[in-house]
């Protein structure tokens, strides 16, 4: 029969006792975290996966974490804006088709500019 003792400091343990994840001791609610039992399973942990992050990975460059091309910093996402404002142009073209409104001369232009946002190369200013 297990004993119903805190591994630390042999308080009777409560109803639900704290079990730790690092050493599998049972310890009382004043001693359940590792810092306060001295938990040898914590050093081990630790000691572990410093080892395990440093030593087995390689290191990436910084534009892995920011999906940026290498050494131009460019983005490699497409805009978005140009793709919604051709489409809410399509789609009042289509509502101003069925009910003969002006809605129709309206989208026409959103596609016109969305076209031309979408194929004109960005301008850069030099300073």
Request: hydrophobic share 30%; charged share 25%.
């Amino acid at each position: 029969m297990p004993e119903n003792k805190c591994s630390f400091c042999r308080k009777k343990l409560d109803e639900f006792p704290f079990t730790c994840k690092f050493c599998g001791n049972e310890f009382c609610s004043d001693h359940r975290l590792p810092e306060n039992h001295e938990c040898a399973g914590l050093e081990k942990y630790k000691e572990k996966q410093l080892n395990s992050l440093g030593r087995n990975k390689p290191a990436q460059p910084i534009e892995y974490f920011y999906h940026k091309e290498p050494h131009t910093g460019a983005s490699k996402k497409k805009p978005k804006m140009p793709y919604i404002i051709i489409s809410s142009g399509i789609l009042l073209m289509l509502i101003g088709y069925f009910t003969h409104y002006s809605l129709y001369y309206v989208g026409f232009v959103l596609i016109c500019a969305g076209m031309i946002k979408l194929f004109m190369p960005q301008s850069r200013i030099s300073t």
